[in-house]
């Protein structure tokens, strides 16, 4: 059973930052990619970033790169999402993924957070 639990979403001001975090409780998905996605009102989800099991390899949205840095705990259970040089744009529900079997990528998510609340002023 895997239960993703999130925390460290908020309000900042434009340029402000926040860190994002995502445990894995039951630590049976540390052999599987992690990431993030957003979903701001009105919009589809999007995909933000993710990290390989082991945290090398790592992939972000062409809107975060230079900006967020994705990265893992030790034991692989965590994964952080550090949000530098926020904008407006960037204020949306922000969810925890796991992919249902690659450790490589997030190819497949087979499970999801429940959601945190990312709110960016200008």
């Known amino acids: 059973q895997v239960h993703l639990v999130e925390s460290g979403g908020g309000s900042v001001q434009a340029g402000g930052s926040l860190r994002l975090s995502c445990e894995d409780s039951?630590?049976?998905?540390?052999?599987?990619?992690m990431g993030w996605f957003r979903q701001a009102p009105g919009k589809e989800r999007e995909f933000v970033a993710a990290a390989s099991w082991d945290g090398i390899n790592t992939y972000y949205a062409d809107s975060v790169k230079g900006r967020f840095t994705i990265s893992r705990s030790n034991s692989k259970t965590t994964v952080y999402l550090q949000m530098n040089r926020l904008k407006p744009d960037d204020t949306a529900v922000y969810y925890c993924?796991?992919?249902?079997?690659?450790?490589?990528?997030?190819?497949?998510?087979?499970?999801w957070g429940q959601g945190t609340q990312v709110t960016v002023s200008s």
């Open positions: 993924a796991m992919d249902r079997q690659s450790g490589v990528a997030l190819g497949q998510v087979g499970y």
């Open positions: 039951e630590g049976t998905g540390s052999a599987y990619a």
